[in-house]
């Protein structure tokens, strides 16, 4: 086996980058392409992956850029306010995509009618602002 192929396992097994990192020897556009696919979520997995991908993800605002405005869709305020506090595209994302989740299953009226607490899925709850609870309660008032 030859220095590459064994540096390539090693990249792959140890996600110690090298020279079995194919993201560090594409151009930038095309690793930009290839990772704008990801949802949220497998972007924080890649992210994770290995250094060489975690500088590439984590330098690139583009990426969280276009996943912080469809979570803006729900969370407005919330994402306005961290960007003008000067929050990064990626950070403003992570503090607000669970609580966009949580809060478009509200909103859509998922837990209108449930019979107690009890009923509701434990991911359904999430540390929400007096703001939010009463966007939720007007939604609710107006069914």
């Known amino acids: ?8 396992r090693d990249s792959a097994e140890g996600g110690r980058g090298g020279l079995g990192d194919f993201v560090s020897a594409l151009p930038p556009e095309i ?9 949220v979520e497998s972007l924080c997995h890649a992210s994770v992956t ?7 993800i ?11 405005l ?28 669970w609580k966009s989740k949580v809060k478009q299953e509200w909103l859509s009226g998922k837990y209108s009618n449930i019979p107690s607490q009890f009923s509701l899925p434990e991911k359904s709850m999430y540390p929400m602002d007096v703001d939010t ?7 609710e008032l107006e069914r």
């Open 1 to 8: 086996m030859d220095a590459e192929r064994a540096a390539g």
């Open 31 to 39: 690793i930009s392409r290839i990772f704008s696919g990801l949802d």
């Open 50 to 56: 290995c250094k060489g991908w975690h500088r590439v």
């Open 58 to 68: 984590d330098s690139n605002e583009r990426l969280w850029r276009r996943h912080c």
């Open 70 to 97: 469809a979570v803006r869709a729900v969370c407005q305020r919330e994402i306005d306010c961290d960007r003008g506090n000067g929050y990064s595209w990626k950070i403003t994302l992570l503090r607000n995509y």
């Open 133 to 139: 609870w009463g966007e939720i309660l007007e939604a």
